[in-house]
C-alpha cells in the first residue's frame, strides 16, 4: 500500500520552478504541466556579491509567488537553466558573467534543495532551452535535434534517442566552440581560443562582421551612418529590412557559416531537426534561407533531404523560464 501512495504523489504536485539564471536577470516562473507560466518574478544576478546572498534573495522573492498557487507542498521541483551549469553536478562552474562563480564552483542546485526542501536540477541554458522545446514548443515528439541559441554567445543542446545529451562530465554539446577557421586568421573567441562558430554566428559576431565589412569596402550601407564601434546585430537587421545590400550581405555570410557548421553536426547525431532560437531569428529568411542554402551545399548526401530548420515557437520572454522549468518535470 505504501508504494502505491508514493507512486501517486507526484501526480498531486501540479507545479515546478523554473529559473532562468542570466549575467544581468534572474527570472523565477510558476509553470504547469501544459506550460503555463502562472507567475513571475526576478532579481538582478549581480546585485549580491556572494552565492550565499543571492540564494537568500530569490527565497525572499519566491515566497509569495509559491504561496500563491498553494505553497511548496505543490512543487515538485525546481529546474535551473544557467551558464556554465553542469547537470550532473548541480553546480555553476566557472561562470566568466557571474561574479560569484566566475573562479569557482558553486553547488547551486544543492543550495536551493535545502532551502526549498524540493529536487532541484540544473543544466546550461542552451540544454534548458532544449528541453524547454522538447516539453513545450516545436520540437515535441522529437526524438533527435539539435537546439541552437543564438544570443550573445553560440549555445547548444543536443538531443539522440530522446535523451538530453551530457557527456562524460555534464558539458557536452559546446557547439558554438567549434573551429570553423583555422589559424592566425580565426577570430578570437571569448573562449580564449581563435576562430570559434561563435565569433561569428552570436550576435556580437554579426556585429563584428558588420565593421569588418564596412573597413574591407566603401561600399554605400545605411550602416554607414551609425558609429562602428556601438554597431550591433539589431542594427543590422534593421538595415536588411530596407533592403541595404551589406546587411543582406552580411546575414548571408552567417548564414552560411551556421549552414556549413550543421551540415558537420549532421553526421554526428543525424538529427531531424536543427531548432533555432534567439534575437538573430528574427531575421527570418534573411537567416533561415543562406543557413538551409550552406547545409544543401556542404551535407552528406544520405542527411540532406531529411532535415527540418524551425525557429523556436516560444514566446522569448517566457522561453527562458519555460525551459528551466521543464528541467523541474525531469526530475
Ligand atoms: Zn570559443
Not at 551549469?85 to 561574479?99: K, P, Q, S, W
Not at 564596412?214 to 561600399?219: F, H, R, V
Request: glycine share 12%.
Amino acid at each position: 500500500m505504501m508504494t502505491d501512495v508514493q507512486e501517486v504523489k507526484p501526480l498531486l504536485k501540479p507545479f515546478v520552478i523554473g529559473l532562468d539564471l542570466g549575467g544581468t536577470n534572474s527570472v523565477f516562473g510558476v509553470v504547469d504541466q501544459r506550460g503555463q507560466v502562472l507567475a513571475t518574478t526576478s532579481i538582478k544576478t549581480q546585485s549580491y556579491k556572494t552565492v550565499e546572498d543571492f540564494v537568500d534573495a530569490s527565497i525572499e522573492v519566491l515566497k509569495p509567488i509559491i504561496a500563491k498557487v498553494g505553497g511548496i507542498g505543490q512543487f515538485k521541483a525546481m529546474g535551473i537553466g544557467a551558464p556554465n551549469g553542469n547537470f550532473y553536478r548541480g553546480t555553476i562552474e566557472h561562470a566568466a558573467n557571474l561574479v560569484w562563480a566566475h573562479d569557482s564552483v558553486v553547488p547551486l542546485a544543492e543550495m536551493f534543495s535545502e532551502r526549498l526542501g524540493i529536487p532541484v536540477g540544473l543544466t546550461n541554458d542552451a540544454n534548458a532551452a532544449a528541453i524547454g522545446e522538447m516539453q513545450y514548443g516545436v520540437a515535441r515528439g522529437m526524438k533527435n535535434f539539435i537546439m541552437i541559441t543564438l544570443g550573445t554567445g553560440v549555445g547548444s543542446g543536443i538531443v539522440v534517442n530522446g535523451q538530453m545529451v551530457y557527456g562524460s562530465d555534464g558539458f557536452a554539446g559546446e557547439l558554438g566552440h567549434i573551429t570553423m577557421e583555422r589559424g592566425e586568421e580565426g577570430r578570437s573567441c571569448g573562449c580564449g581560443r581563435k576562430g570559434c562558430l561563435e565569433a561569428y554566428c552570436s550576435a556580437t559576431g554579426v556585429a563584428r562582421t558588420a565593421r569588418e565589412f564596412l573597413q574591407k569596402t566603401n561600399e554605400p550601407s545605411l550602416l554607414r551612418e551609425l558609429d562602428h564601434d556601438v554597431i550591433t546585430s539589431l542594427d543590422v537587421s534593421i538595415a536588411a529590412g530596407k533592403g541595404d545590400k551589406m546587411a543582406l550581405d552580411i546575414f548571408a555570410f552567417t548564414g552560411d557559416m551556421l549552414g556549413t557548421a550543421c551540415a558537420d553536426f549532421a553526421a554526428f547525431t543525424s538529427p531531424e531537426a536543427f531548432v533555432f532560437f534567439g534575437g538573430l531569428t528574427k531575421a527570418g529568411d534573411l537567416l533561415m534561407d543562406p543557413i538551409k542554402e550552406a547545409y544543401a551545399k556542404y551535407v552528406l548526401p544520405i542527411y540532406k533531404d531529411n532535415v527540418k530548420f524551425l525557429v523556436s515557437s516560444l514566446d522569448d520572454a517566457a522561453a527562458a523560464v519555460l525551459g528551466a522549468s521543464a528541467i523541474g518535470w525531469e526530475m
